[in-house]
């Protein structure tokens, strides 16, 4: 784990540092379904609406990546939780990505969730790919072709769980 980040709740003050993440690699369209045009108040909305979100500063005072967890489903299914990252494309391979994972699945369990799940984990997407499955999650399934890669076409998207 990365001891040079801090991990918190975001606040509404923190809005501008996480859309300056969060853009770029909407922009990119290689890691999310989001469309890569989505306006920055739409993307707001999608990342902060019913959510838990976090931010990751480093010791500057940087955000460097940011999650969001929620309720998978709501009502019976409310107990397993879904989470999305995104790491600063400046920042990756520097651990970023795994302390805020190590926070989200302590949040989460903490939270009283149950599980976790993901449900579109673009299958070309190996830096994630990998960490999630160093951490325990298994590939449920991948639905083919399921998700139009700017630079490798149609690409399958992986469905990846693990209990808290």
């Known amino acids: 784990m990365n001891d040079a980040m801090l991990v918190r709740a975001a ?5 501008p540092a996480i859309w300056g993440v969060l853009e ?38 940087a955000v460097r990546g940011t999650a969001k967890y929620l309720p998978n489903h709501p009502g019976a299914g409310a107990h397993v939780a879904n989470a999305s990252f995104v790491v600063d494309p400046e920042a ?26 993901f449900n579109a984990v673009v299958e070309t997407n190996e830096r994630a790919v990998r960490l999630w499955t160093s951490l325990g999650f298994a590939v449920l399934a991948t639905v083919p072709e399921a998700f139009d890669h700017p630079r490798h076409g149609l690409v399958g ?3 990846m769980y693990r209990v808290l």
């Open 24 to 61: 770029p690699v909407l922009r990119a369209g290689e890691t999310y379904t989001y469309p890569r045009e989505i306006s920055e108040s739409d993307a707001r909305e999608v990342w902060t609406a019913g959510a838990s979100v976090l931010v990751a500063v480093d010791t500057d005072g």
């Open 92 to 117: 990756g391979g520097r651990g970023v990505g795994r302390t805020l994972a190590h926070a989200v699945l302590g949040a989460a369990r903490g939270d009283g969730y149950r599980a976790m799940q």
């Open 11 to 15: 606040t509404a003050e923190d809005w």
């Open 157 to 159: 998207l992986h469905i």
